[in-house]
């Protein structure tokens, strides 16, 4: 088999607040192939978005290796994460994160100029990632000018304009209609299609049940990890799956 994109071994990550540890994952195995789609869910304070910030290099563990397209990340320093986050990494946030003052477009091209790209050559991967997530004709648009949707489509498209080749998205449809929720899916879908590997945490059974693996978190562990053979698997899975209630 070849290398996995993702390879993390035993970790760990305590926040320290003053004197208190607060144990936010405790022991977390996982490996996931290039170009998987995979839905992480769980109840609130459970490390998803813990187990996130590590995956995307914003944060270190405090114990446990992880891998990184077969390179050992875990002890990098800040300088070294950085270019890999920007080289390598595409993140989406529930609150869509762009600059307010800022076009569509600009933002879209702000991780190019971090890049050293020529300006030429940022706006036409700039516009042809608008494009592609159907804002063409949004791309002087200010996010104030925008509907929530369509701000996290300029934030998708900030995602993907770089081509990397992990897409990590904390709840990208939290703040969305359901139907603005569902264009974000499709987009997710067609990234999937191209080979991008996609990770997205979620609440929402119906946006999990687009993700071809499943992966449960509770208290800081992995309780459950399926893969999807199709959608109707994925709705009677969840539906035997217990409550976050139940469980938290
Ligand atoms: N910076 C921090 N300092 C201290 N404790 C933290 C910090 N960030 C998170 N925690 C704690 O770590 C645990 C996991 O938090 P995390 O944000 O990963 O949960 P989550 O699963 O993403 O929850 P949600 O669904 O509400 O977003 C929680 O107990 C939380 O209070
Ligand atoms: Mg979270």
Known sequence: MSTPIIK???????YSLGKVKVPALKGVDLEVPAGQFVAIMGPSGSGKSTLMNILG??????????????????????NELAEIRNRFIGFIFQTFNLLSRTTAVANVELPLVYRGMPAAERRKRAVRALESVGLADRMTHKPNELSGGEQQRVAIARAIAGDPKLILADEPTGNLDSRSGEEVMA??????????????VTHDPDIAGHAERIISVRDGRILSDVMVEDRLDAKKLLAEMPAPEETA
């Open 187 to 200: 987009i997710f879908q067609d990234l999937h299609r191209q080979g991008i590997t996609l990770i997205l």
């Open 8 to 14: 993390i071994e035993g970790l760990h990550k305590e």
């Open 57 to 78: 290099c914003l944060d270190r563990p405090t114990r446990g290796t992880y891998y990184l397209d077969g390179a050992d990340v875990s002890r990098k320093s800040d």
